[in-house]
């Protein structure tokens, strides 16, 4: 039994075997031994009174390989000192720490940073850290361990803090050049407004109703004050929008797994054009057949223009992982009602399903902009005429494209 369990015992038995045999050197030694090992346990059970562990990332999301400042902050806001501890902070493997070697941990996928020392009464030491992510993802910074002793090192402690947070890693992104697509209007003219499309969100007025008026024109509130048929009239539409919709599936069953180097270029390529359209003053929107972490649907952000619309797209193309959920086809099927006529859509795949193709081919005779980003020669066969495909460069020539 090891003396942290049976301190008290051994202790009282010499106490009392030095009283019985009237050695008064036994009866102090287990005066001794009960003084210690009970200051060592009341120690220990405040070991982490009052001790905090606090760490702070400069910047919740970057790019690959951009260099992150984060810190470390051990505090112990208490009069009993730390004689010695260890810290260990769990980084997911993708995320380096300049000139340090991280120790492998038992959860996969992680690994630990590590620092030692001793710290006393009311002290605070920080650690400032320069990390970079080698890989686009939704990386965890944490939870975070404290080990711990008394002074006599009989009863160390395990703090768990349980605490994490998320480094956000957008994927790489390229000029549209780069990947081989026009430099110039690479999908189609957009100079001026187009006045023969309206925007059903803004109503400009009613009118009489004229045969051909689609039900869902028709007032029917106006209508019932009137007794006639009644049909509202849109304002144009003074805003572009491209819809980028991304199929992830890399293989034709999902069972045979996934290609990895040809999903990161599937997603790459999304934000490339996600990126370019926004600095073309686009309504950028993103539907892909990923999820964001922890939610059971399918990727949607609807075209918008708003300031933190680009940002809000990257993540969540930084978030996709290879399982594929649910079925895009009838994703943008679902979708395609709330497109405002005209709009830009731009496919990006490495397969196109025929269910897919489908729904791009009614989409493209409906009077929208239909284009196809294909990444291998698997898609073009697949879609019908008229649709313009694009197709990527093979594996040497996006290896060569600059980061």
Not at 10 to 20: A, N, R, S
Not at 150 to 177: A, I, Q
Not at 199 to 213: N, Q, S, T
Not at 271 to 290: D, E, H, M, P, T
């Amino acid at each position: 039994m090891p003396f942290r369990d049976a301190w008290l015992a051994v202790g009282t038995l010499l106490i009392l075997v030095g009283f019985g045999a009237g050695e008064p050197t036994i009866t102090a030694v287990g005066f001794v031994v009960v003084l210690v090992g009970g200051m060592s346990r009341l120690w220990s059970r405040h070991l982490f009174d009052r001790v905090t562990l606090r760490r702070t990332l400069g910047e919740k999301r970057a790019f690959i390989d951009e260099p992150i400042e984060f810190t470390v902050e051990l505090e112990n806001r208490k009069l009993l000192p730390l004689p010695w501890y260890q810290w260990r902070l769990a980084l997911a493997d993708p995320i380096h720490v300049a000139d340090e070697h991280l120790g492998s941990a038992a959860v996969p996928g992680q690994s630990w940073l590590v620092r030692r020392g001793s710290m006393g009464w009311y002290e605070r030491r920080k650690w400032t850290f320069e990390a970079h992510a080698t890989e686009r993802g939704y990386h965890q910074v944490g939870p975070a361990t404290i080990r711990s002793a008394d002074l006599f090192g009989v009863f160390p402690r395990l703090h768990e803090d349980g605490e994490w947070t998320h480094l956000t890693v957008f994927p790489k992104v390229f000029p549209l050049e780069d990947l081989g697509l026009p430099a110039v209007r690479p999908f189609g003219e957009r100079s001026g407004g187009n006045r023969v499309f309206e925007d059903p969100l803004r109503v400009a007025g009613l009118r009489e109703y004229r045969p051909g008026d689609p039900l869902k024109r028709i007032d029917w509130k106006a209508t019932a004050r009137s007794g006639e048929l009644v049909s509202r009239v849109y304002d144009p539409s003074a805003t572009h929008q491209l819809y980028v919709v991304l199929n992830i599936d890399t293989m034709a069953h999902s069972w045979e797994g996934y290609l990895k180097d040809e999903l990161e270029k599937l997603v790459s390529v999304a934000a490339s054009i996600s990126v370019w359209a926004a600095g073309q003053r686009y309504g950028v929107g993103l539907l892909a057949n990923g999820s964001f972490p922890n939610a059971d649907r399918p990727i949607k952000l609807a075209p918008s223009r708003a300031r933190d619309q680009l940002t809000r797209v990257l993540e969540a193309l930084a978030v996709i992982q290879p399982l594929t959920l649910g079925d895009l086809a009838g994703a943008l099927e679902r979708e395609s009602g709330r497109l405002p006529a005209g709009s830009t859509i731009v496919a990006v795949a490495a397969l196109a399903p025929e269910p897919l193709a489908a729904v791009l081919a009614r989409l493209h005779s409906e009077g929208h902009r239909v284009y196809v980003i294909a990444t291998t020669d698997k898609v073009a066969p697949a879609i019908p005429r008229g649709i313009a495909v694009y197709e990527i460069g093979g594996a040497a020539a996006w290896a060569a494209a600059p980061a």
